[in-house]
């Protein structure tokens, strides 16, 4: 899940946790009609979360990790998420 970070079955395009899987820390992001948001209110990419990344060169969307904020991984790659 691109806002918890865990792997455990619940729908997670509407997922409102508002701390990760293990509940070490606050999320970070939260979904906004499907949509990945920031808590300050920019948009996520969705697609940069999954384990092959986002495909689409140009968009407003930013590439960073909806669990740690970092711009080297996304959710799937997160050292954060549930294993």
């Known amino acids: 899940c691109a806002v918890c970070l865990g792997r455990h079955a619940h729908q997670t395009v509407e997922c409102s946790a508002t701390q990760t ?7 970070f992001a939260e979904r906004i009609r499907k949509g990945l948001w920031t808590k300050d209110g920019k948009q996520i990419c969705t697609g940069w979360q999954r384990d092959e990344g986002c495909t689409t060169p140009k968009h407003d969307a930013r590439h960073i990790c909806s669990g740690c904020r ?12 549930q294993k």
């Not at 970092?70 to 998420?81: D, F, I, N, V």
Request: include cysteine; proline fraction near 5%.
């Open 21 to 27: 899987w293990d509940k070490q820390f606050e999320t």
């Open 70 to 81: 970092a711009a080297t991984h996304g959710a799937q790659k997160c050292p954060r998420a």
